[in-house]
Each structure stands twice: as C-alpha cells, then as structure tokens.
C-alpha cells in the first residue's frame, strides 16, 4: 500500500484505476485516458495532484540562499508571482524540476514533485543550514488541485463566484470562497488554460465535491501524461533525472541568470558539448514508442533511448522525446525506435506538438 492523498477514498467510490506513482496510490484514469484528454482539451477537467509536495521557505538570508539553489532568477521576481527552473547537483544533474512562488519579500513557496519530494526537503534543508532561512514541508497542511481547460475559469468563476480574468499566466492570487482561503495559481501541466489550487487538505475535498456536483468530471494521470506531452512538457525521471542536466534537454534557458548557483559551473562546460540531446519526436499512426526503447540510426547503430512516448490524441500520431547522440537530434532527421519488435521510423519534430500553449 502507498501513500494516500486526501482525495484517495472519492477516486475508489468512482471505480478509478489505481497505480503506483512515486510511492502513491493515485488515479491512473476513471472512464478512459482518450475521454479524459479530450474532456481538458475542449472543455474543463480536475486533477488530483495532492501527491505533489511544496515547501515554505522564509527569513532575512531566504533570497540569496534559494538563488543558490535553484536556477530560475528569483531577484526580478514580483511578489505574486512564480518561476520554473531546477535544482542541480554540483555536477549538473537534476535534482528536480520546479516552480517556486514569490509570497512575499522575505517568504517563498518552492513546489516540487512527488517522488523527488523528501530529497528535495533534505537537500533544501542542508544548504539552507547556516543562513537566516527556514524551511518548512507544508505536506501535511496543504493539499492540490488542479482545474484545467478552456473553460476551467468560467467553471471556477460559476461554482465558486472566482473572478479570474485578471490573473495572468505565472502568477497566483489568494482568494477568498466563503470561510476558506485558497491560492489560486494561473499556471498548469496541460498546455490549456488553467489553475492550480493551494489549499488546507479539508478545503481541497470540499472543493473537488462541489466541482463534482456541478459537473466536472476528474481526469487521471494517463490523460495528465497525454496532454503534457503534448504540450511539450517534460517529466522528472523522464526528461530529466540526477545523470541528465539542462544542457542536454531543451529547457537550458530555465538557467540563464548571471549569478551563481549550485551546478552552474558544471552545466556551462557540459553545454559546450553535450554527449547527448533530447529530441522530440513524431512516428505515423498510432504505434507508439516507451520509455527505455532503444533509438537507432538508418544503418542500425545505437544512439539513444526514448524518455517519454505516447498516442497523442489530439495530435493524432504517436509522439514522444529521446535522448540521443547530438549528430541525431536536428529537426527533419529521421530516427528508427526500436521496439524488440520491429524498427519503427519517427522525425525529429519541434515544439510543441500541439501548437502554441496557452
């Protein structure tokens, strides 16, 4: 048995098909990943991301400490406002991947992925020992809940009276539905418009009830998958991981600050030349690549290895990324997926997949 979020009992009552995802027992899907994609990319859908964590981050030493840490720049960054970027290894490796939140001048909310979660907090906790910050799991005070799709802002603004409109991309805004304080953040894993919503655990329940109750239907992991990859999005575990760094993915420019910071030396050399580069990917039809498939060239040499493959439903084709050798990984270039069954032929696309995200 895994970890449970608070939402765990309301996915068994919905018969969801349950799996293992970084330690936690969360929905894979509920009425079929096709629906679910669909459902989002036209319309509205809920997630359960309660598995992921988030931290709090505060004190007079908070801006230079996390700035050492992470590789998004922190200084230029507005109260109510996030940032994506990374955490690295002294020798560039991710650690993970993540967003943190300005909450105020002196108070900062790094929000991180699940399975990386307790790494994370040990490693921020460590290089924040001997400055003036404090770090704090807010794991078992707050939960997640992210609304999702075109009309995920008039669904919110038609159940919870939420007026919206003026929240741009990348920033958050605490709201007020009636006795409950939520932080409501313009930013998604989807490529649609959307939210993420910060609240107490009890609060996350009653909130994905009254959503139920109007209507919304939830969406799983498998259709969270489809669309963020779609989208162009990458993984922790997939894209990136502690042997991979930004230099070798597409997401290097998530580390362009000037000042310092953990990995900054060792990321910079491997920059100059990479052994590998992630390549994005299309194959005709609906036959798929997987994670770990072996990526070859015309004359069959090994160059690589598939991070993330799928059917993309709206895209209508199979899509995915692959690690290989910098000599394959130009747009145009033809590449062959190795199934153990047969040489699949796949382009070197751009991104993202599915057009512009919102």
Not at 61 to 87: K, P, W
Not at 165 to 186: K, N, P, Q, T
Not at 312 to 336: D, E, K, N
Request: net charge neutral.
């Amino acid at each position: 048995m895994g970890l449970r979020t608070i939402l765990y009992d309301c996915h068994v009552a919905r018969d969801a098909r349950l799996i293992d995802f970084g330690g936690w027992d969360m929905p894979v899907q509920y009425d079929g990943v096709l629906a679910e994609h669909a459902r989002v990319r036209s319309d509205v859908g809920m997630f359960d991301t309660s598995h992921m964590d988030a931290f709090w981050v505060e004190g007079p030493d908070s801006l230079d400490a996390l700035s050492r840490i992470v590789t998004q720049e922190l200084r230029t960054l507005a109260v109510g406002g996030c940032r994506y970027g990374f955490m690295l290894k002294e020798d560039g490796g991710v650690i993970d991947d993540l967003i943190v939140y300005r909450m105020g001048e002196t108070q900062w909310m790094p929000v991180v992925n699940a399975g990386t979660a307790p790494g994370d907090f040990e490693w921020m906790s460590r290089q924040c020992a001997d400055t003036a910050t404090s770090v704090r799991d807010l794991r078992a005070s707050q939960g997640k809940l992210d609304v999702q799709g075109p009309n995920a802002l008039a669904t919110l603004a038609r159940v919870f009276g939420l007026d919206l409109s003026a929240l741009r991309r990348f920033r958050w805004m605490r709201a007020r539905v009636g006795a409950d304080e939520w932080i409501v953040s313009r930013t998604g894993y989807t490529g649609e418009d959307g939210v993420e919503i910060y609240a107490p655990h009890a609060v996350i329940r009653s909130a994905w009830q009254a959503l139920l109750d109007a209507g919304v239907k939830p969406c799983g992991l498998g259709a969270r998958d489809t669309l963020r990859l779609e989208a162009g999005l990458p993984l922790y575990g997939h894209e990136f991981d502690l042997h991979t760094s930004p230099a070798e993915t597409l997401w290097l420019r998530y580390c362009a600050k000037d000042e310092p910071f953990i990995g900054r030396d060792a990321l910079l050399r491997r920059a100059v030349a990479p052994a590998r580069l992630l390549a994005p990917f299309r194959l005709e039809g609906r036959q798929t690549a997987r994670h770990g498939q072996t990526v070859r060239a015309a004359d069959g040499a090994e160059i690589g290895r598939v991070t993330s493959g799928s059917y993309g439903p709206t895209v209508g084709q199979a899509i995915g990324f692959a690690s290989v050798l910098p000599a394959h990984a130009q747009p145009g270039t033809t590449i062959w997926i190795d199934n153990g069954r047969a040489l699949l032929p796949a382009t070197v696309a751009t991104l993202p997949f599915i057009g512009r995200t919102k």
